[in-house]
């Protein structure tokens, strides 16, 4: 089966404090996609990051980084210097040529 | 404008009527998808379109009917819904009807059955 997990299901965090974001996925396929959306309580999902199963280069984008281990099958989210605008439930998601699975989503809350 | 835009943002019907929620991209891309996304459960995938042709539908009720005229416009027609077809209801589209392609979605729209 290929699945994608996030088993954080809420976190809080003080505004500044770093937090990360766990995704793992499980798959038999070795070409597959990796992608995290962050949705604000506007209700929109903004595309954040997409990558690939041959690209396992860490990528950070200003406050964001991600960390694709293959390995541990995980492809983990962390903001740096968090936010209040970072308020938002973060979903990982998983892809393959015919499938295309969301996980559950992570709730992150900043405290200010 | 821009993206991905949804009508209307809002809507409660009650479970006789007949409505319809609306989709545009101006992204220039050639696949389209609603996805559901009720309170305290997964985005579900509902239908794709590819090229204006259906290409998915994940056993969703007949009572929602989409319609793509082309590959910038997507439309879900819903009548007789339940109470439990309450959720918001998330547009989306990608360049190609491919899985790995990104998917870039409209700001949803918030679907209440009376």
């Known amino acids: 089966a290929q699945k994608v997990t996030q088993a954080q299901t809420e976190i809080s965090v003080v505004e500044k404090e770093d937090v990360t974001l766990d995704c793992v996925y499980e798959?038999?396929?070795?070409?597959?996609?990796l992608f995290w959306y962050k949705q604000p309580p506007s209700g929109e999902l903004v595309f954040l990051i997409r990558?690939?199963?041959?690209?396992?280069q860490n990528e950070i984008s200003g406050r964001y980084s991600w960390n694709f281990q293959k390995s541990t099958s995980s492809f983990n989210f962390t903001i740096t210097a968090s936010q209040v605008v970072d308020s938002a439930v973060y979903f990982c998601?998983?892809?393959?040529?015919?499938?295309?699975?969301f996980g559950t989503g992570t709730s992150l809350t900043v405290i200010p | 404008e821009t993206g991905v835009t949804q009508t209307p943002r809002h809507l409660v019907m009650g479970m006789t009527n007949k409505k319809s929620l609306k989709c545009e991209q101006h992204?220039?891309?050639?696949?389209m998808y609603w996805y559901k996304q009720s309170a305290k459960k997964p985005l579900e995938l509902m239908f794709v379109?590819?090229?204006?042709?259906?290409?998915e539908n994940n056993s969703v009720p007949s009572r929602f009917s989409p319609e793509c005229p082309n590959s910038s416009h997507l439309f879900l027609h819903l009548h007789t819904l339940q109470p439990e077809d309450s959720a918001l209801y998330l547009c989306?589209?990608?360049?190609?009807?491919?899985?790995?392609?990104?998917?870039?979605f409209g700001p949803g729209t918030r679907l209440t059955v009376l």
């Open positions: 989306a589209s990608s360049r190609r009807g491919f899985y790995t392609d990104t998917q870039y």
């Open positions: 798959t038999r396929d070795t070409t597959y996609y």
């Open positions: 990558r690939n199963s041959f690209d396992e």
């Open positions: 998601a998983f892809s393959t040529g015919n499938q295309f699975y």
């Open positions: 992204l220039g891309h050639n696949a």
């Open positions: 379109y590819n090229f204006k042709e259906q290409t």
